[in-house]
């Protein structure tokens, strides 16, 4: 019963959330600092922007494919689900 008729109904608003959620947590900056460590080797794409930025110099060419490689899979995931996104907002503005 859940499955067939609230879900189906929830559906655009799941997607909606997921989405939002998704960029969150792709764009995250502290917690995989936090979590991995300075000195674990292990780096996520926006902490390898900040490594490519130092004090006094900036290697553009790696920033800028490295903010390229950020932004194309979530620009790729919400073209995917740009109609569940849009149906998602406002379904929770309309009800009925």
């Given amino acids: 019963m859940f499955w067939s008729a609230i879900f189906s109904l929830m559906r655009p608003t799941m997607a909606t959330m997921v989405v939002l959620n998704a960029f969150l947590v792709w764009h995250d900056f502290a917690d995989p600092r936090l979590i991995l460590g300075a000195g674990s080797g292990i780096y996520t794409v926006i902490i390898g922007i900040y490594a490519a930025v130092g ?17 194309a899979p979530p620009l790729v995931v919400f073209m995917l689900l740009q109609r569940h996104v849009g149906s998602g907002l406002t379904t929770v503005e309309v009800k009925g």
Avoid at 60 to 65: C, E, G, M, R, Y
């Fill in 55 to 71: 004090r006094y110099t900036t290697d553009n060419a790696v920033v800028f494919l490295t903010l390229l490689l950020a932004t």
